[in-house]
C-alpha cells in the first residue's frame, strides 16, 4: 500500500472507530501529537504502530485498508444524500 493512502487508512480506520486523535494515540501508546504527525504524513508510520492498533482493537492488520475503505464510502454517500435535494 503506497504511504500517502496507508496515512489516509489510518485516519479513515479511526473514524470508523469512532476514535478521536488521542484515543488511537492512547491506545498504541503515543501522544496525540505524534500521532497527528503520522496522520498528516509528516511522520512514516510504523509497522509496528499499524499493528498495535490491529491488535488493541480486534482488527487484523490486512483487514485496515478494508476498514477505512468502507468508512470513505460511507461518508462519500452520507454526503452525497446530503446534497441531494
Same mark, same amino acid.
Given at each position: 500500500?503506497?504511504? +500517502? #493512502?496507508?496515512y489516509?487508512? /489510518?485516519? *479513515?480506520f479511526?473514524?470508523?472507530?469512532? /476514535?478521536?486523535q488521542?484515543?488511537?494515540?492512547? !491506545?498504541? $501508546?503515543?501522544?496525540?501529537s &505524534?500521532?497527528? +504527525?503520522v *496522520?498528516? $504524513?509528516?511522520t512514516p508510520p510504523?509497522l %509496528?504502530l499499524a &499493528? +498495535? /492498533?490491529?491488535d488493541?482493537? $480486534?482488527?487484523?492488520?490486512? #483487514? !485496515?485498508?478494508?476498514? %477505512? *475503505?468502507?468508512? #470513505?464510502?460511507?461518508? #462519500? &454517500? %452520507?454526503r452525497?444524500d446530503?446534497?441531494t435535494?
Amino acid at each position: 500500500m503506497p504511504a +500517502r #493512502r496507508f496515512y489516509r487508512s /489510518l485516519t *479513515e480506520f479511526r473514524h470508523a472507530l469512532d /476514535l478521536s486523535q488521542a484515543d488511537a494515540a492512547r !491506545l498504541v $501508546g503515543i501522544t496525540q501529537s &505524534q500521532w497527528s +504527525r503520522v *496522520e498528516s $504524513g509528516t511522520t512514516p508510520p510504523s509497522l %509496528a504502530l499499524a &499493528q +498495535r /492498533l490491529a491488535d488493541k482493537t $480486534g482488527v487484523p492488520l490486512e #483487514r !485496515l485498508a478494508a476498514v %477505512a *475503505e468502507a468508512a #470513505r464510502r460511507r461518508r #462519500r &454517500q %452520507a454526503r452525497a444524500d446530503e446534497a441531494t435535494p
